[in-house]
């Protein structure tokens, strides 16, 4: 099948190990961000979300952290599995473009059992 | 099914074949998107609809590229006289209202186009 990931930096850990997956993006007037996950063959899947007024939001084994002076948003995945293989994808968004998420280039991330 | 349904699934195309892809969208939706993913990268935004309503398309590549979603439901990505860089995965998405904080945007499988 496709590969989603193709050519995109890769992230190998082992499983029951902690993930951190890394993303700088572009625009200071950003106000919204998220992260996806996507499998190969399929579309991007919500993972968290966090506002430009947060620096850190935590979901199920998934933490979002926002660092707005260096434009740098990571996602930290506890105790990753085997089903956690994917390509990560950060977006963000300003209000003042409702539908027009600019996504970053991506992260494939590779579980080890 | 409950999610956002994109059809067909795979389609080869002759370049300069003219070619429509479908989008239909979780139901209730108001707002509904278009993406181009090319091997490798991440999603560009195509264009954005509210309701039958176009509000951004800037991120069409060319006057080839045209959507409609007429009735404010199912949506259509058409792209004429098809050229090999148009090869892609088109992405729709469909959300309430918006994308934001308090509502999700849903991504469809995807459509692979290939020309040839």
């Known amino acids: 099948g496709e590969s989603v990931g193709l050519h995109l930096p890769t992230l190998s850990v082992q499983e029951g190990d902690n993930s951190i997956i890394n993303c700088a993006y572009s625009?200071?007037?950003?106000?919204?961000f998220i992260w996806y996950k996507q499998e190969s063959g399929k579309g991007p899947q919500f993972i968290i979300d966090?506002?430009?007024?947060?620096d850190k939001r935590q979901g199920q084994r998934v933490t979002v952290l926002l660092n707005k002076t260096v434009k740098h948003l990571s996602l930290q995945i506890a105790a990753t599995q085997p089903g956690d293989s994917a390509v990560y994808f950060c977006?963000?968004?300003?209000?003042?473009?409702?539908?027009?998420?600019?996504f970053g280039k991506g992260t494939k991330l590779s579980v080890k059992p | 099914g409950a999610g956002v349904s994109q059809s067909p699934r795979y389609k080869v195309a002759k370049r300069g074949q003219d070619v429509a892809l479908r989008c239909d969208p979780i139901?209730?939706?108001?707002?509904l998107f278009w993406y181009q993913q090319a091997l490798g990268q991440g999603p560009e935004f195509l264009t954005y609809?509210?309701?039958?309503?176009?509000?951004?398309k800037s991120g069409l590549p060319s006057d080839r590229f045209f959507a409609e979603r007429p009735e404010g439901s199912v949506s259509t990505l058409k792209i004429q006289r098809t050229q090999q860089e148009d090869s892609a995965v088109y992405l729709c998405?469909?959300?309430?209202?918006?994308?934001?904080?308090?509502?999700?945007?849903?991504f469809g499988q995807g459509t692979r186009l290939t020309v040839v």
């Open positions: 966090i506002r430009s007024n947060m």
């Open positions: 625009n200071s007037a950003s106000d919204y």
């Open positions: 998405a469909s959300s309430l209202d918006g994308i934001n904080m308090n509502t999700e945007a849903f």
């Open positions: 977006a963000e968004n300003n209000r003042g473009s409702q539908g027009n998420l600019i």
């Open positions: 139901s209730g939706h108001v707002s």
């Open positions: 609809f509210q309701n039958e309503a176009q509000l951004d």
